[in-house]
């Protein structure tokens, strides 16, 4: 910051209100990581306290790693999450590129159409996409998962990118153009690079409903061969006893995973909320 | 190698007629600048000769063939743009190179192109630099090297000097208009700026909502315009126009250029009172507002004093007063 835009009050006001924010927000995640370091009886009795070397106890992790198939669980969940993303992040420039790049007959409505699933949760149609995943045999497998992620990201994807791509300068896709580059090397090798922070939002808002989500898995693949780390989790959630040690562990562990994709798409993530800002 | 002729094009863009029926024939080697207002379609007529936009009536032909329907990489042509358009993501030479590797031309053949190109426009220390890393007056020189490489038989060129400064744009002008005179190719070239239209083109073509008001050379628009819109569009600062009625003449409108009326302070024909002066050192423009002709601007040559509220009198030279009737259209 510049020396004539600061001023000490000021800065330790504005750090003040962020540390809050911050610490209100990662709260929740710090008693999670903590507790599933500490023994069951110590997740009771003194549920904010850091483990100690008295109640350091490891044992939820080794519920976890010992019982249902966790590796299993996690690789599913990054299989649904890491194919969904790409065929939304594909998909959703495709279409962005179509509708913001060709003048054609109906444009705006199909650009209207496919906006329209932010408006409408995907959920409520949940009754239909079982019909049709059981019509198709898809049930139980981790390709009805990535279809229903697919199309429940999508419309995010094609409003956010469209914009985007509309800043794309007409001059270039013309020099392209004009070069002799195929429509599809113009989208792949002129356009994508230029909007990569905004594919880089995309995937971050579209990636971590998609890791989260119970409902979809419990309902469409609860088999033990396809369960997601979330579905998973439910096995120590019992309608009388509750492993907590066994589910802060597994909620721990899921964290990881995403935090690495949330850390591959930040740097980018960062230029795309300031690109229109800063040039 | 390299003639053009337009045929009757027409272009909407749903209710919106941009061009009107363009009829225009370029001869080989010609340089022509498509010169004409905001909104007048010279663009859409440079992308329509690009392939770029598809022309809803009429035909396109370039070396007497007809390329109306042929994708703009196998027209021959090359375009420069005004905002340069390179691949951000490619080197200088990997931007020249790129066309060519798409026509699928042997390496050697690319690297003389480029090396020719590259030392034609001083840029051989920049072709390993990305177009980040370069000034803008490089970048404009990067796209007209991509163009050079691709030896077409069309150079076409959407306002490439808009984006420059204006010592910059001297220069590439100047650059512009040796690489003309060196490579004898036919030329085109789209602008808002009259100077540049004036300075650069072997023929002039002024456009208007849509149609060609006149085609000629620079001299030829400037001596004997067809209509207002030409007599006031070529020429800086900008003719007077008077309503003929006023000065007692059977025509609409009477114009005259700034730099052929004089003044004097005791006689002439229309008499005024200073508003304001523009000293540019070389000439001062003087405005005065006329009993009988309104506000009107002189052009004098050298430095000239004048009060603003002083009373001059302004006369025009007869024999370069030029007439329009009712239409616009020039009376001879």
């Known amino acids: ?279 | 190698m390299g003639s053009l002729k337009i045929e009757n094009v027409k272009k909407s863009f749903g209710p919106v007629d941009v061009l009107k029926g363009i009829d225009l024939d370029v001869k080989d080697g010609e340089f022509v600048v498509f010169v004409g207002p905001s909104g007048c379609g010279k663009s859409t007529l440079l992308r329509v000769i690009a392939g770029l936009e598809d022309a809803t009536s009429g035909r396109v032909l370039i070396d007497s063939q007809d390329v109306t329907a042929t994708p703009p990489a196998k027209r021959g042509i090359a375009m420069v743009f005004q905002t340069y358009a390179l691949y951000p993501h490619l080197t200088v030479r990997d931007n020249m190179a790129l066309g060519l590797k798409q026509a699928g031309e042997p390496a050697a053949e690319i690297e003389k192109r480029i090396t020719a190109a590259s030392t034609m426009l001083s840029l051989e220390p920049y072709l390993k630099r990305r177009p980040a890393e370069l000034s803008g007056g490089q970048r404009q020189r990067v796209a007209i090297g991509r163009a050079l490489v691709r030896e077409p038989k069309l150079f076409l060129f959407d306002e490439p000097l808009s984006n420059l400064d204006a010592a910059l744009r001297v220069n590439t002008r100047l650059e512009i208009a040796q690489l003309h005179r060196r490579l004898k190719a036919t030329m085109i070239y789209v602008t808002h700026d009259q100077v540049e239209a004036m300075t650069l083109a072997d023929k002039i073509v002024v456009l208007n909502a849509g149609r060609i008001e006149q085609i000629g050379a620079p001299m030829e628009l400037y001596h004997s315009p067809a209509n207002e819109f030409v007599a006031g569009f070529i020429g800086s600062p900008k003719m007077n126009f008077v309503d003929g009625a006023r000065l007692g003449e059977s025509v609409k409108t009477v114009g005259v250029r700034p730099e052929h009326l004089t003044v004097d302070p005791k006689a002439g024909s229309w008499k005024g009172t200073v508003v304001h002066t523009e000293h540019l050192g070389a000439d001062t423009n003087v405005y005065l507002d006329c009993e009988k002709a309104g506000l009107i601007t002189v052009r004098i040559f050298g430095v000239y004093d004048a009060e603003p509220g002083s009373t001059l009198y302004a006369t025009p030279d007869a024999a370069r007063t030029y007439r329009f009737d009712a239409d616009g259209k020039t009376v001879k």
Do not use: C
């Open chain 1, 1 to 279: 910051m510049s020396k004539a835009t600061a001023s000490l009050p000021r800065t330790i006001g504005a750090h003040a209100i962020l540390l809050t924010y911050t610490i209100i927000a990662l709260f929740p995640v710090f008693v999670v990581v903590i507790n599933s370091f500490k023994s069951r009886q110590a997740i009771f009795q003194q549920p904010l306290t850091p483990p100690t070397p008295k109640t350091f106890d490891l044992i939820g992790y080794t519920t976890v790693f010992g019982q249902g198939d966790f590796f299993l669980y996690f690789q599913n969940s990054m299989i649904v999450t890491v194919v969904s993303l790409f065929f939304v992040l594909l998909f959703g420039a495709m279409a962005a590129f179509a509708l913001s790049e060709y003048r054609f007959r109906g444009n705006t409505l199909m650009g209207l159409y496919l906006a329209l699933g932010i408006m409408i949760p995907i959920r409520l149609g949940t009754v239909a996409i079982l019909q049709l995943m059981v019509a198709s045999g898809l049930v139980n497998t981790l390709t009805a998962l990535i279809l229903v992620y697919t199309a429940q990201g999508l419309p995010l994807a094609i409003f956010i990118l469209s914009e985007f791509m509309k800043g794309v300068s007409d001059d270039l896709k013309n020099a392209g153009r004009i070069d002799g580059l195929s429509e599809y090397t113009i989208f792949f090798r002129l356009v994508l690079p230029l909007v990569r922070p905004a594919m880089a939002t995309v995937a971050v808002f579209t990636m971590i409903p998609i890791w989260n989500d119970l409902w979809f898995p419990l309902i469409l693949a609860p088999s033990e061969a396809t369960k997601t780390v979330t579905l998973g989790a439910q096995i120590f959630l019992g309608q009388f006893v509750t492993n907590w040690n066994a589910i802060l562990a597994a909620l721990s562990l899921a964290i990881l995973p995403v935090l690495v994709l949330y850390l591959i798409f930040s740097r980018q993530l960062i230029r795309g909320i300031t690109s229109g800002a800063v040039k």
